[in-house]
């Protein structure tokens, strides 16, 4: 029986698609930065992006060596390119361009059917529910908020806080430390065969995978406890909860 299920988020309760390489993101991000007298060409901010981002994951890896698959505080950046710049902004000034960045890079982001009915479910019949999500807090607050979702959650782990992702098996034991969790009461639901599955099968728990557009291609074994390749939500209910 299981009495602990963990959802990833993106791609298996919302769906999304984001471009962070399109040119007009850039160009608008470079003028917020120029309204506070941070000034560089789109091209330039782009490419000073993706570099602190290297720079950033490298300190990471120096600070904790035992971390497998890094992840970052991407707001750290976010400063990093006005202080090099010789410009001083606050933590919500900072928080402003990682949300506006969110905004600009999203092309469509909605709820998958049957989300809110899993999860209903869920808490009717006593369950708890938690987020492991390889994901950055300052966009996935304001997502989780916007849907409504905060409140089905015991517990929410957003890997940018620990600096650490899917598969790495720390990041699910940071998981399971912090809210006393069982291995054999616990299931792991996802949309990605490596990070999410992989990672629940290494760690020693099982899970249920469901395939979505947006799921990367399976190259390789898939394995998941249960599977649901239609991307069908309301499939979960039958196979792992109604009978447990």
Known sequence: MYNNYIFDLYGTLIDINTDEWNDDLWK?????????????????????????????????????????????????VFRKLFTQKGVKVTKAEVLFIAEAFRCYSTKYIKLYDGVLDLLDTLKAKGKKVYLLSNAQRSFTENELNMFDLTKYFDGICISSDEECSKPDEKYFKTLFDRYGLEKSESIMIGNDYISDIGGAADFGIDSLYIHQS????????????YKVMDGDVFKIKKLIINHS
């Open 214 to 225: 947006i799921s990367p291609e399976i190259d390789g074994e898939l394995r998941s406890t």
């Open 28 to 76: 608008k991000i470079a003028i917020l930065y120029a309204y506070k007298g941070a000034h560089y060409t789109y091209d330039e901010l782009n490419e000073e992006y993706d570099r602190l981002v290297q720079a950033e994951k490298k300190a990471v890896l120096k600070k904790s060596p035992d971390t497998k698959v890094v992840d970052i505080k991407i707001e750290k």
